[in-house]
């Protein structure tokens, strides 16, 4: 081998080494930015699972919360209708038992009017009666005025 064939391929080889080199130090440098950025990446995603942890969690006791409200608001509405039942039933009781007294007073009423009625029917005869007499009476008087005159 010549020397300048020599030269010119140790002259090759040694660009291509450094051009290899160069790109293996500019690959390096762009793994380091991609690891960095990976990092950072990791970091986000870290911080994201700890929000949705957290967010969890926060989620979670409002659930509680709610469903604890709601569990309050059941038990009251089963009171309510409770004391709104028992004061229906006590109310359809006391109207029962104001049916029963109307009625009594009905009959009673109409026990009264029957005997109303019959009294007046008896004073109208007393009345007939009486006026029937004091026209006898008064004929006798007059008839006995005459005979005395």
Known sequence: MDAELKAYLDG????ITNNVGALFDRLDERIARLEQQLDRLEQRIEGVEQGLASLRVEMNERFISVEE???TMELR???FETRVHDRLTSIDTLVTS???TVQQIA???TSLENQLVDL???VDNLAD????RLRVLTERVVSIERLVA
């Open 77 to 79: 509405i089963e009171h």
């Open 98 to 100: 104001i049916e029963t």
């Open 120 to 122: 007046n029917v008896r």
């Open 12 to 15: 090759m080889v040694e660009a």
């Open 129 to 132: 009666d009486n006026r029937q």
């Open 69 to 71: 409200r709601l569990r």
């Open 107 to 109: 009959t009673r009423t």
